[in-house]
């Protein structure tokens, strides 16, 4: 049955937060932050999404986070530090020595943050942070203590086999002993979710929705599988029997091979979802939208024995369906997401979208590859639309990488008979591919901030399957300043997408 919901015509930018600009080798939730709102507020847009901004682990994959709520330390801004007159100008100038402003080295960003934010704790008059107490802080400050106590290892190889059993009297001991690195650990998130709101309150003034993005699977070292390991199919020792993944697909010919621990779905069924349910809770209260990550790992997921080297040796396992979006409604009510129903899609994987009356996503780098779902002249309000999403080169990128018959026929459809290979911020081509974008029928279209510069495929924020050199692009000091504002000012209004997305929460 098609749904009754009408959307509005809206539009917005794809941002990662790390990519910010600024003096701290990472973008973070300060100056630059709220000058991007601006930037978006003065262009016409009315939507920034972002990429999950929990805390991350080795890899410094937003997407294999050590933490399913728990905040990514490195995105506090060090200037609020100073103002609180918890750490010297010296503290804050040596804080920026060595960074890179177009690059983020998160090796020596976490080296030199997490001592700032230490020092920071122990100037603290009183316990500012203790009222701020949400439902998953005591086991993650935890988790966090005792991770520090044994030299960041992971939960697996701790030498103290109670602890890493999490056996209740070695919790409870834990807990007594380390009081002061759990009070540390609390003081950091209570910051992070300081910053984060002024920083949201900020958005919602100037009429910018944020859009946030929830990975469906969350690290092998991380504090829920350490405290619930029955829910992922772990043993004691950080054995699993599966890990999650995508077989074969448009991005890797072996698949992707994810890493990350599968779910006992069987298990979670029988506690009615609560995990999931107060997953989703915490995590939408961060945003106004949330993008659901991988939805068709919902209906079926690819399972990974867990010594298979590539992905190639996975199958394709029944996910726990509409009932896990039932119970989250009945918990819940009507929630603002989006369904990333991309990669492998069958009628299975549609029938469930129906059922959860949630927004898809089309991106028109799937364009041209034997059918035309992800073209312009296809899509409807019932989607939302990506020139590229985070896992896709830039627009110029793709022009170039394409093949000379394809590109002739893709020039073909949006009528374009200019210079296709030039860049930067008039690039003609990626204004044309982003008009179709704008003048389709999605009702919230999306670009991410590369298009709008006109930048080439070596600053594509990730290459799925690839190991290195991630998530680590910046944009520099005026990159916004070059960028055309009338040209979007114009297009969004001749596009009729001056409007809120619909389930704006801060109006």
Same mark, same amino acid.
């Given at each position: 049955?098609?749904?009754? =919901?009408?959307?509005?015509?809206?539009s917005?930018?794809?941002?990662?937060?790390?990519?910010?600009?600024?003096?701290?080798g990472?973008?973070?939730?300060g100056?630059?932050?709220?000058?991007?709102?601006?930037?978006?507020?003065?262009?016409?847009?009315?939507? @920034?999404?972002?990429?999950?901004?929990?805390?991350?682990?080795?890899?410094?994959?937003?997407?294999?986070?050590?933490?399913?709520f728990?905040?990514? +330390?490195?995105?506090?801004?060090?200037?609020?530090?100073?103002?609180?007159?918890?750490?010297?100008?010296?503290?804050? #100038?040596?804080?920026?020595?060595?960074?890179?402003?177009?690059?983020v080295?998160?090796?020596?960003?976490?080296q030199?943050?997490?001592?700032?934010?230490?020092?920071?704790?122990?100037?603290?008059?009183?316990?500012?942070?203790?009222?701020?107490?949400?439902?998953?802080?005591?086991?993650?400050?935890?988790?966090?203590?005792?991770?520090y106590?044994?030299?960041?290892?992971? @939960?697996?190889?701790?030498?103290?086999?109670d602890?890493?059993c999490h056996q209740?009297?070695?919790?409870? =001991?834990a807990?007594?002993?380390?009081?002061?690195?759990?009070?540390?650990?609390?003081?950091?998130?209570?910051?992070?979710?300081?910053q984060?709101?002024?920083?949201k309150?900020?958005? +919602?003034?100037?009429?910018?929705?944020?859009?946030?993005?929830m990975?469906?699977?969350?690290?092998?070292?991380?504090?829920?599988?350490?405290?619930?390991?029955?829910?992922?199919?772990?043993?004691?020792?950080?054995?699993?029997?599966a890990?999650?993944g995508?077989?074969?697909?448009?991005?890797?010919?072996?698949?992707?091979? /994810?890493?990350?621990?599968?779910?006992?779905?069987?298990?979670? =069924?029988?506690?009615?979802?609560?995990?999931?349910?107060?997953?989703?809770?915490?995590?939408?209260?961060?945003?106004?939208?949330?993008?659901?990550?991988?939805?068709?790992?919902?209906?079926?997921?690819?399972?990974?024995?867990?010594d298979?080297p590539?992905?190639?040796?996975?199958?394709?396992?029944?996910?726990?369906?509409?009932?896990?979006?039932?119970?989250?409604?009945s918990?819940?009510g009507?929630?603002?997401?989006?369904?990333?129903?991309?990669?492998?899609?069958?009628?299975?994987v549609?029938?469930?979208?129906?059922? *959860?009356?949630?927004?898809?996503?089309?991106?028109?780098?799937?364009?041209?590859?034997?059918?035309?779902?992800?073209?312009?002249?296809?899509?409807?309000?019932?989607?939302? +639309?990506?020139?590229?999403?985070?896992?896709? *080169?830039?627009?110029?990128?793709?022009?170039?990488?394409?093949?000379?018959?394809?590109?002739?026929?893709?020039?073909?459809?949006?009528?374009?008979?200019?210079? /296709?290979?030039?860049?930067?911020?008039?690039?003609?081509?990626?204004?044309? @591919?982003?008009?179709?974008?704008?003048?389709?029928?999605?009702?919230?279209?999306?670009?991410?901030?590369?298009?709008?510069?006109?930048?080439?495929g070596?600053?594509?924020?990730?290459?799925?399957?690839?190991?290195?050199?991630?998530?680590?692009?910046?944009?520099? #000091?005026?990159?916004?300043d070059?960028?055309?504002?009338?040209?979007?000012?114009?297009?969004?209004?001749?596009?009729?997408?001056?409007?809120?997305?619909?389930?704006?929460?801060?109006?």
């Amino acid at each position: 049955m098609q749904s009754t =919901k009408k959307y509005s015509r809206s539009s917005g930018v794809l941002l990662p937060v790390t990519m910010l600009h600024g003096p701290f080798g990472i973008g973070v939730f300060g100056a630059e932050a709220f000058e991007f709102i601006d930037f978006l507020h003065d262009a016409g847009f009315h939507a @920034w999404q972002v990429l999950p901004l929990e805390i991350t682990g080795v890899c410094f994959s937003p997407y294999k986070c050590i933490s399913a709520f728990a905040g990514e +330390a490195m995105l506090i801004d060090p200037r609020m530090l100073l103002e609180m007159g918890l750490i010297t100008q010296e503290e804050l #100038d040596e804080r920026t020595e060595g960074m890179n402003d177009g690059y983020v080295n998160y090796e020596l960003v976490r080296q030199k943050q997490w001592p700032l934010l230490k020092a920071a704790f122990l100037r603290l008059d009183g316990k500012p942070y203790s009222k701020y107490n949400p439902s998953w802080l005591e086991n993650y400050t935890l988790y966090m203590a005792i991770k520090y106590n044994f030299d960041d290892l992971p @939960w697996f190889e701790w030498p103290d086999k109670d602890l890493r059993c999490h056996q209740p009297a070695a919790i409870k =001991k834990a807990k007594v002993q380390l009081s002061g690195d759990i009070d540390f650990y609390r003081f950091v998130q209570w910051l992070f979710d300081l910053q984060w709101g002024k920083l949201k309150k900020y958005a +919602a003034e100037r009429e910018i929705s944020i859009i946030g993005d929830m990975p469906i699977y969350v690290s092998e070292d991380s504090a829920e599988v350490w405290s619930r390991r029955d829910l992922f199919d772990a043993d004691e020792d950080g054995n699993f029997e599966a890990v999650g993944g995508v077989p074969p697909d448009y991005f890797n010919a072996d698949g992707q091979r /994810w890493g990350n621990p599968v779910y006992n779905w069987k298990l979670l =069924k029988k506690e009615g979802y609560a995990w999931w349910i107060q997953r989703i809770k915490s995590t939408i209260e961060r945003y106004d939208l949330l993008r659901l990550d991988h939805f068709r790992g919902f209906e079926s997921y690819w399972r990974i024995p867990a010594d298979s080297p590539t992905a190639r040796e996975g199958k394709w396992v029944k996910g726990p369906g509409a009932a896990l979006f039932r119970a989250m409604k009945s918990a819940l009510g009507d929630l603002p997401l989006i369904a990333e129903d991309l990669g492998e899609i069958d009628y299975k994987v549609e029938r469930l979208l129906k059922e *959860t009356d949630y927004r898809g996503m089309r991106v028109l780098q799937f364009s041209f590859l034997g059918d035309d779902y992800h073209l312009p002249h296809n899509f409807t309000q019932f989607d939302v +639309a990506y020139t590229g999403t985070h896992d896709n *080169t830039t627009l110029l990128g793709w022009m170039f990488e394409m093949d000379p018959e394809i590109r002739e026929l893709a020039l073909d459809y949006i009528g374009f008979d200019g210079d /296709w290979t030039q860049g930067g911020p008039n690039c003609a081509i990626s204004k044309a @591919w982003i008009r179709a974008l704008f003048m389709s029928g999605a009702s919230l279209a999306i670009v991410p901030v590369q298009d709008m510069l006109g930048y080439g495929g070596d600053t594509r924020t990730n290459t799925p399957g690839t190991p290195e050199g991630n998530w680590r692009f910046r944009i520099n #000091d005026g990159a916004l300043d070059q960028i055309d504002r009338s040209f979007y000012k114009t297009l969004i209004k001749r596009s009729f997408r001056s409007n809120l997305p619909t389930e704006f929460l801060g109006k």
